[in-house]
């Protein structure tokens, strides 16, 4: 979302409708690369359920790829809001109205996404509390769902440049959390 910052506005409609052309352009290309990211982590969260019965192990995989294509797909809908509110703003139309189709799009993909989601915290969550993964109990706190359900309270206690920071790239942000964490835990784990 630091694509569609802008420091004197926390409108984040109004902000993509002002956006260049480049600047939307490579908001969506970043998706993908995001994307393909993700799932490279996906990698080192298998290892760490390598010691999980294995179709729990392969559950585990299969839901956190899934969620990670998910995200690009979602960050990579962007694009329909961003130009929705790029051709609002050029042709003084009503900005709410000429996203909302954009936007209903974008929250039904991230419901799609949600039963994938409670399948993979049940099965994280259990394992890693029952000491069966290579992960320390601690890596619960870090886990997505933590964060996700906290995401109401946090966004809704900042406001400005800031809220439009966190908020507007809070799914990529719990990500980046979670996978460096991941990644603290299973180094002091090898050494």
């Known amino acids: 979302m630091l694509f569609y ?4 506005n926390s409108n984040l409609y109004e902000n993509m409708g002002n956006a260049s052309n480049s ?3 490579s908001s969506t290309i970043t998706a993908l690369i995001a994307a393909w990211l993700y799932v490279l982590g996906c990698i ?3 290892q760490a359920f390598k010691s999980t019965k294995p179709i729990v192990k392969n559950l585990v995989l299969i839901c956190f790829v899934a969620i990670s294509i998910a995200y690009g797909v979602v960050h990579a809908a962007f694009v329909a809001i961003a130009t929705s509110s790029k051709l609002a703003i050029e042709n003084n139309l009503n900005l709410n109205q000429s996203v909302s189709l954009a936007v209903e799009a974008n929250n039904i993909l991230r419901l799609l996404v949600y039963p994938i ?16 993964t290579l992960y320390p109990r601690w890596i619960i706190l870090f886990f997505p769902l933590i ?3 906290l995401e109401d309270f946090i966004c809704k206690n900042l406001s400005g440049s800031i809220s439009i920071i966190v908020c507007g790239g809070y799914l990529n942000l719990i990500l980046i959390i979670f996978f460096t964490a991941s990644s603290i835990a299973l180094w002091n784990k090898n050494n």
């Open 147 to 149: 964060l996700f359900l």
């Open 44 to 46: 080192h969260v298998f």
């Open 23 to 25: 600047r939307i352009i």
């Open 5 to 8: 910052y802008d420091p004197v």
């Open 117 to 132: 989601f409670g399948l993979l915290s049940i099965l994280f969550i259990t394992q890693v509390w029952k000491k069966r």
